[in-house]
């Protein structure tokens, strides 16, 4: 096939075409290596009678990748314009199949775009400066479990790190590994290296898969958020003096309600730990605690 994935033409040559410059104000970094598209697209498999909802794709390497491996139905989204034409080609060559979304991920609803359709799951190479407020909004969706089965995304090595993260891990330990492990299973899958991207990024990459847990510990995703920025925020303090910033003179009753000492730092507290302290919050605000 004169693309070697497809019978569509080269991606460099698509690029060239198209005058694609990878844009470092959108996060830009482009994959042409087939054999790493097409590992990646498999990394979500099945995905015969799956809805995928791809995030930036630009000028369609991934995209392209989960046509071949079978994907039934791919929705991109793309705010970069210029790509639009590239994303037309392919949607062309498999019609019905692939559907352009012209916007920002950030403000689309992704539930509606999918429209109930099961098995449904994303799977993208997150633009690099967006990737962590996306990551953190699929994390706080209601209701739980969410629309998607499964997340499958490209990261800079650092943030894959701090999503896998434990308390054993201090220095990767933070706000984004409570929400994901509280919500999700989360493994990473592999690196890639710099150079298989146009242009290199500085860092190595990795893809993380994280699966939705059918029954986290039960607590208010939004109070959950919250306790986890003001004490991560303030990470080097005892949390006694970090949550008051949400509980006020209450800090020291809501960490006595948690069972966590007052002198406790918020790296030393694990998953069940903070929910607990989320738990006793809606107790001090007075709001409806789940079971």
Known sequence: MPGGLDDLPPLREVVAAHGLDAKKSLGQNFLFDLNLTRRIARAAAPLEEATIVEIGPGPGGLTRALMAEGARKVIVIERDARCLAALGEIAAHYPGRLQIVAGDALEADLAALVGGARPARICANLPYNIATALLTRWLESEPWPPWFDR?????????????????????????????????????????????????????????????????????????????????????????????????????????????????????????????????????????????
């Open 151 to 291: 997340l499958t995304l490209m990261f800079q090595r650092e943030v894959a790190e701090r999503i896998v993260a434990t308390p054993m891990q201090r220095a990767a330990y933070g706000r984004l590994a409570v929400l994901s492990n509280w919500r999700c299973e989360t493994r990473i899958l592999f690196d890639i290296s710099p150079s298989a991207f146009t242009p290199p990024p500085k860092v190595i990459s990795s893809l993380v898969e994280l699966t939705p847990r059918a029954a986290p510990l039960a607590c208010e995703a939004r109070l959950l958020s919250e306790i986890t920025q003001a004490a991560f925020g303030q990470r080097r303090k005892m949390l006694r003096q970090s949550l008051k910033s949400l509980a006020g003179s209450d800090a020291t009753e809501l960490l006595a309600r948690s069972g966590i000492a007052p002198t406790a730092r918020a790296e030393e507290i694990d998953i069940t730990g903070f929910v607990a302290l989320t738990r006793a919050l809606e107790q001090l605000r007075g709001l409806n605690v789940p079971e």
